[in-house]
């Protein structure tokens, strides 16, 4: 089993940036893949970075290439999404989420965070 807890959401002005943390506790953090998604409200549960489990692969949303960036710390068993140039678009609650599959699909992710809260103000 593995608990996933994200932390680092918040109220920013649009340009601004947030670094969210997905800290996992539990065993053998290094053998999971993780994602990060995001749901907007009325909206469905959206795909925005993932990353494979040495880190070597990193895929993202296409709108937002070029501003977040996904990490892993595999020493601190921590997950990150760095988030630049934020844009009103991306308010949302974020969640991380982890599994042994590399993919952008939600249902074959087998652990999730409670989720954090992003609003990006105009």
């Known amino acids: 089993q593995v608990q996933l807890a994200e932390s680092g959401g918040g109220l920013v002005q649009a340009g601004g940036s947030l670094r969210l943390s997905c800290a996992a506790s539990?065993?053998?953090?290094?053998?999971?893949?993780f994602a990060w998604f995001r749901q907007a409200p009325g909206k469905e549960r959206e795909f925005v970075a993932r990353?494979?489990?040495?880190?070597?692969?990193?895929d993202y949303v296409d709108s937002v290439k070029g501003r977040f960036t996904i990490s892993r710390d595999n020493a601190k068993n921590t997950v990150y999404l760095q988030m630049n140039s934020l844009k009103p678009e991306d308010t949302a609650v974020y969640y991380c989420?982890?599994?042994?599959?590399?993919?952008?699909?939600?249902?074959?992710?087998?652990?999730w965070g409670q989720g954090t809260q992003v609003t990006v103000s105009s």
């Open positions: 539990g065993r053998a953090f290094s053998g999971y893949a």
């Open positions: 989420a982890g599994g042994g599959r590399f993919t952008i699909v939600a249902k074959d992710y087998d652990y």
């Open positions: 990353i494979s489990w040495g880190g070597d692969f990193t």
